[in-house]
C-alpha cells in the first residue's frame, strides 16, 4: 500500500526518521540471516567501502546474527542480499543529488541511487526499516523513493565557549549521519576561545585557547570523518565581535588599546576588531589563506553577529574614519569590514556565509545570509529569512532551531524553513536553502552536549529533509523516541552519561530515586539559567542535577497527557488509577532520597519534598473525589512555593498539579451537588 | 594516628587506591570552598599546569563548588590553598622517581615531589581523599610520605584483534594514570591487524588494517598524551609468529610461499617470518627505524611468543639453514632471529622486551623478559620470571593479570610480582621491575573494553605500588567499588556502557528486570568462551548479554556471604529475611522478562527461568524450614540444568544456589528430628 501523509503510524516505519518523500509497503518482508551478504559496485570507493562495512557491523549488532560475512562483496558475487549501485561519486558541495530508491523484497534488497552520497542516505533508512518478531529480525518489503527537501541541512556545534574534543564530534556526525543531516557548521572562534591551530599566527591558538584547540591534522581528521559520511564542514571564524580570544593574541588589531585575555563568561562582550587598520586585514587575509586551505567547503562563516561597535564609538580615529567614507552608524562601517572580507575569500576561491547582520545592499549576492534573530527579541520567525530573498541571497534559517535554549522538541518541530502563509515567489522561496540547529556551548560540556543535541535534532532533520506535510507531531514523539536508542548505538552519550551525573550526586551507585526526579524536572529554559551570563563561568561545574535533566521531561509530558484526559472523563477510573500510579510514585520520592546525605543532593531535596507533599494531597483528594477548602490552601501554597527554580531546574509537572487541583476543585463541587 | 598496615578501613582512605606507602591521618580537615586555589611555581611546565587545570575542574565537578579561580596561580600569590611544588622535571623512563610528600592541614595543602611526574602521582592521592560531611566537601588532615614498589606499572592493550580508536586509549590513560599505572603496552601488530601507518612500508598499513589503524599523527598524540599524565609509551611490533597481518602486505618474507590475508578467528595461527631471508630483516630493520623514531620509549617490545614454527619444518631451505648453523631447534632459530632484531634496535639506540620465549642465554642482558605462561599451561606462576632472574635478565610479570580471562579481581589481587616463598636473593628480586595487566582483544570492542579493564586493573595497580603488606581482600573490594565510580568520571565507560547493551537486547529503555539478571551471571571464563578462536570472528556481535556481564556479579557475591553466614548461624532471622528477598526478587525475574519478546532477549530467557524457579522452591523451603525429598529432587534437576553456559554466560549464583540446598536438606533434618 502507499502511505498517504499522516499515515506514519505503520509500525514498519517506528523507527524511520526523516520520513522518506514516497513509500509503498508492500507484504511480506526480506529476513536477515547468517548468509546475508551486501555487495557493491565497487571496492576501491573508501566512502561506500567504509558505509556498507559499518552497515554491516550495526546489522549484526543489533540482531546478533552472526553474519558470515562481515565485509562488502563485490557486484559480480552471486544474488547478494543486498545490492548497492550508483551513477557516479557524489561531491561535497551545495545542491550534489542526495536521492535514492529502495526497493525491499522478500528475496532481495535493491539501494540505487545518482550518487554514493544517495547511497549513505539509503542505507540509513535501510537501517531504520530494521524490525523484529519473535524469532527473527527483517526489513519489511517497501519501495522507497526519497530525496531531500532542502540541501542544507546543518548542525552548528560551538566549541569556542566549551571546547568539544574531536571525540565528542565524530560521535555527532555519526548521529547527524543517521538523520541525514549535511551541513556540520563548526563555530570555531568566539570570546572563549579561539580553538584552530594557526601555523601562519600561532598565537592565535597558543594564547587564545587554553591548550584546548585542534590542531591542523585533528582539522582533516574531522573533515575526512565528515566526508566518509556525506556531510560537508563550514568553518565559522566569528569577527569582527566576539573577538576576545583573537584579540588576546593580536591586541594590536583591537578597537580599543588595551590588553585582553579570553572571557570566562558568558553573553556580548566589546572587544571587537578595528575595521580601520589595514593590519587587522592582513591578519585575517592570512588567517583566511591558511584555513581556506585546511577546510575545502567552497563556503566559509564569518560570524558576523552581535557587534555593537561600543568600541568604534568610542574610538576617535575610527569615527574619524567613519566620517571621511560618510558611514553615518556602526553598522555601516561592519558592512565595509564585510565587503574586505568578502574579497579576501573570494581571492582564496570561498563565498562568504554569515549571521543576518552582515545583509546590506553592498554585500555581493554570492554571500549566504543565515536568518537566526527573532524568538528572543520578539521578532516574527524568518524575518530577516524573507528579506534575505527579497534582497537576492540564498539563506538559511536558524531562529527556531536554537536546541540550546531546552525548549520543547515540538516547539522546533513546528518551524518550518519556508515561513507559513508567506508571500514568497517560486523563485524566493528556493533561495531558502535549509537551516541548521544550533548548539550554543555556554551551559554544555563533553559530558552534557549531547543531550541538548539529541534526540531533538533528529525532529529538525526531518523538518529539513521530509515533506512539509510530514507533521503530525505525536507521531514524531513516538517515532523520536525509537530513535534515541538508536543513535546511542552509533556513539551519542546523551543517554548515558545522565546516568554518570547521577551518581556524581548521589556519590554511590544507586540513582533509582534520583532518576525517577529528572522524569518531571527540566532546566530552565531560554537565557534564564546563566543570568547575565556570570552566574557560570567556563570553569563551572557542569555535573549537577540540571545537567542531568533535558527537555520533553517524560513522566510529567505522560502526566499532562493522563490530566487531560481526566478532564473529558472525570469518571474513568483506568485513567484515575494511572494518575495515582504516578502520584504514589511521586509521594514516596522525598523520603527515598533521604537516604543520601551530601551538599549536591541536598541543595536538590526541596524539589522532591515539594513533589512529595503535592502527591499526596492531590492523591488523597483524587482517591475521595473531594477536595477540601483547606487542601486547596495548602496546595496552592505548596505549588507557588514549587514554582520556583532549585538548582537550575524547573519542576515542570506543576503546571499539570495546578490544572489536576483546579479540576478537582471543580468537579468535587459537581460530585458532591 | 599512624595507620599500621591492614588498617584501612578508616573512612578517609575509602576511595584511596593504591593505598600509599605511609600515611599519618591527623585530626581536622581542610573544607573546600570557593576560594580554593592552587599554585604551582612555573606555569610554564604544561604538565604540570595541565595537571593541575584538571584538577580544579574535577574538584568543582566532584564538589559542585564554583571555584573562584578556574586556572592555577605561581606560587608567588599569598598563601594558596594548595602549594605544590618540585625539585626537577621528570622524565619518562624506567626508574624515574615518583615519589611524594603531602600534608594536609585544616588550614593549607602542600605537595612536594622530586619530580613533576611525583606532584601528578600525589595530585591522584590527594583527589581520592576528597570526602564530604553534609554540608561540606573536605580533605582530611593527613600526611603522606609515598613512593612505587615497581618502577614498571603497566596496562596491555591489544588493538590488533579488535581496533581501539584514539579516544578508548585516552580514557583508558587517563584511568590508569588515576591509579599510578606509568606504563601503556601497546600491542599493535598480531594476525588480525598491523594497526600503525607505515610511511616506509605503507603496504602494512594499507592491506594489514582493513582501514583501521593509527595515522603516525594519532601515535605522537597518544604518546604525548600518555606523557601528560606522565605515563610511558612501549610500542609492541609481534614477531615472527602472530604475523599474519604483516604477511598479507609482505608474503615475500614468509616462510610458507603463499599468498595471506588478515585472519579474522582467534587464536595461534602459522604465518611466520621468515629468519633465513634477509629480505625479512630489511624490512624489519627499515620498520624499525621508521618505529623508533616515532615512540621515543628506550624499549621496543617485540613479542616473540607462541610461535610453534610449523611452517618453519615444513621449508627444507630453512631447514638447511638450521643444519648449516647447526640449530637443533627452531627455538635456537628463534633465537637467532631475536639476535638479529636486538642488534637492529640498538643500532636505533633502543633496548628489547619480550615475551617470555625470547630467553635464551645467547640474548643480550640489556632485555627484559616479559613473563607470561603459566595458568592456563598449570605451569606454576612466575616460573619463566625466576629463571630469568638467575638468567640475569630483568624481568616483568603478566603471569596471574591476563584480564581478559574474566576471573575475579581477588585472583589477580593474590598474585604478587614477586613470587611468595621465593629463595630469591635481593639482587634477583631488584631485577623483578613489576607487571602488567594484559587486556587481549578477540572478545571486546570499543563498547565493552572499559569493562574488562576496569575496575579490576585498579587493584592490579595497588599491587605493583603499595607496599606487599597491603593485602587486605575485603577492603580492597570495599574501596575498589568507590575507585569504580570515580573512574568513570574520567571517562571510562565500564559502567555507562552496560546500559546501552541492555537496552540493545530490550530493544526498549525498560532494563530493571535485564540488569538484575547482569548480577548473577558472568561471561565463561578463561578461554571457554570462543572454543577454538573460531565461534566468533572479529566482526561478531559483541553487543549481547554475555557483554553486558562482567566479572565479580554483585549479587552472586553478595548471596555467597549470606549462605555462608546461615550456615553459621542457622536460626538468624535477619539473614534468613535477607536471604528470602533475593530469592524473592529473582523469582519474579522470569515474569518481568516475559513482555520482550525478540530473538535476543528470547535466549537468554531460560538463564531467568531457571533462577526464577530455583528461587522459588529454595524461598519455601527456606520459609518451611524444610526440604522435602521430591524439592530436592526437582532443585538437582533445575539446578544440572542452569550450570549449563547459556547465551556464553554462567549464572554464578549457582553455586550458592547449591551450598544453600545442601544446608537446607542438611538442617531441616536436624531442625525436624
Known amino acids: 500500500m502507499q502511505l498517504a501523509f499522516g499515515q506514519f503510524d505503520n509500525r514498519e516505519l517506528n523507527k524511520v526518521m526523516p520520513i522518506p518523500k514516497d ?321 579576501i575569500l573570494k581571492k582564496y576561491g570561498k563565498k562568504m556565509i554569515g549571521w543576518e547582520e552582515i545583509m546590506s545592499p553592498e554585500i555581493d549576492k554570492s554571500a549566504i545570509i543565515h536568518s537566526w534573530k527573532g524568538v528572543n527579541e520578539g521578532l516574527p520567525a524568518g524575518e530577516s529569512l524573507i528579506k534575505a530573498t527579497e534582497m537576492g541571497y540564498k539563506t538559511i534559517l536558524s531562529n527556531g532551531y536554537y536546541i540550546d535554549l531546552m525548549l520543547p522538541v ?63 507531531v505525536e507521531n514524531m514523539k513516538m517515532r523520536l523516541h525509537n530513535v534515541s536508542l538508536e543513535l546511542e548505538k552509533l556513539g551519542t552519550m546523551h543517554l548515558r552519561n545522565r546516568e554518570v551525573i547521577l551518581r556524581n550526586i548521589t556519590k554511590t551507585e544507586d540513582i533509582t530515586a534520583i532518576s525517577e526526579l529528572t522524569k518531571v524536572c527540566e532546566p530552565l529554559k531560554l537565557y534564564s539559567r546563566n543570568k547575565g551570563g556570570t552566574e557560570y563561568q567556563t570553569y563551572s561545574p557542569f555535573t549537577l542535577f540540571a545537567d542531568a535533566c533535558t527537555t520533553d521531561a517524560k513522566d510529567a509530558k505522560e502526566f499532562e497527557k493522563l490530566v487531560d484526559e481526566l478532564i473529558n472523563q472525570p469518571e474513568n477510573k483506568k485513567i484515575r488509577i494511572r494518575l495515582n500510579q504516578y502520584l504514589h510514585k511521586w509521594n514516596l520520592l522525598s523520603s527515598s532520597l533521604e537516604g543520601f546525605d551530601n551538599p549536591i543532593i541536598n541543595e536538590i531535596k526541596p524539589i522532591s519534598e515539594n513533589l512529595s507533599q503535592i502527591s499526596s494531597i492531590l492523591s488523597m483528594s483524587l482517591k475521595n473525589n473531594n477536595l477540601s477548602t483547606n487542601q486547596e490552601e495548602t496546595l496552592k501554597e505548596y505549588i507557588e512555593r514549587a514554582k520556583k527554580p532549585v538548582a537550575d531546574v524547573e519542576l515542570v509537572v506543576i503546571v499539570s498539579f495546578e490544572r489536576l487541583m483546579i479540576h478537582l476543585k471543580n468537579y468535587s463541587k459537581v460530585a458532591h451537588k
Open 23 to 343: 513509500t509503498k509497503i508492500g507484504v511480506g518482508s526480506f529476513i536477515i540471516q547468517e548468509n546475508f551478504t551486501v555487495a557493491i559496485q565497487d571496492t576501491s570507493n573508501k566512502r561506500i567501502y567504509n558505509a556498507t562495512t559499518r552497515f554491516i557491523r550495526r546489522l549484526s549488532n543489533e540482531t546478533g546474527v552472526f553474519l558470515n560475512h562481515g565485509f562488502p562483496l563485490t557486484i559480480t558475487e552471486n544474488k547478494p542480499s543486498l545490492h548497492i549501485s550508483y551513477d557516479r561519486i557524489g561531491e561535497l558541495k551545495l545542491f550534489e543529488d542526495e536521492s535514492y530508491n529502495l526497493e525491499v523484497t522478500n528475496q532481495s534488497i535493491k539501494l540505487h541511487a545518482v550518487t554514493d552520497i544517495g547511497v549513505l542516505r539509503g542505507l540509513e533508512t535501510l537501517y531504520q526499516l530494521l524490525n523484529f518478531e519473535t524469532n527473527h529480525f527483517y526489513i519489511p518489503s517497501i519501495k522507497i523513493i526519497d530525496a531531500p527537501r532542502f540541501p542544507w541541512r546543518g548542525l552548528m556545534i560551538d566549541v569556542a565557549r566549551h571546547f568539544q574534543p574531536v571525540d565528542v564530534l565524530k560521535r555527532n556526525l555519526d548521529a547527524m549521519s543517521a538523520v541525514k543531516l549535511n551541513v556540520f557548521h563548526w563555530h570555531l572562534t568566539d570570546d572563549q576561545g579561539f580553538r584552530v591551530e594557526s601555523k601562519t599566527h600561532p598565537k592565535l591558538h597558543e594564547l587564545g585557547s587554553d591548550g584546548q584547540y585542534y590542531t591542523q591534522q585533528q582539522i582533516k581528521e574531522v573533515i575526512s570523518y565528515a566526508g566518509d559520511k556525506g556531510i560537508r564542514v563550514i568553518p565559522e571564524f566569528d569577527v569582527p565581535g566576539h573577538a576576545t580570544a583573537i584579540l588576546t593574541a593580536y591586541p594590536e588589531i583591537a578597537s580599543k588599546n588595551e590588553s585582553y585575555t579570553i572571557e570566562r563568561n558568558a553573553g556580548i562582550f566589546d572587544p571587537t576588531l578595528d575595521p580601520t587598520n589595514e593590519k587587522t586585514y592582513e591578519v585575517l587575509s592570512d588567517l583566511f589563506e591558511e584555513m581556506t586551505q585546511l577546510f575545502p567547503d567552497e563556503y566559509v562563516h564569518i560570524g558576523g553577529d552581535e557587534n555593537e561597535g561600543k568600541h568604534w564609538s568610542e574610538n576617535d580615529d575610527i569615527k574619524e574614519f567613519m566620517n571621511k567614507k560618510g558611514f553615518s552608524s556602526n553598522h555601516e562601517l561592519q558592512t565595509h569590514f564585510n565587503i574586505r572580507l568578502q574579497e
Open 410 to 472: 515540538e516547539e522546533h518541530y513546528a518551524v518550518d524553513p519556508v515561513p507559513y502563509d508567506n508571500v514568497l515567489t517560486k523563485e524566493q522561496e528556493d533561495m531558502i536553502l535549509g537551516g541548521e540547529a544550533t548548539m550554543w556551548s555556554e551551559l554544555v560540556t563533553p559530558l552534557t552536549i549531547d543531550s541538548r543535541i539529541w534526540p531533538r535534532t533528529a525532529a529538525i532533520a526531518e523538518r529539513f529533509w521530509s515533506p512539509k506535510e510530514v507533521s503530525d
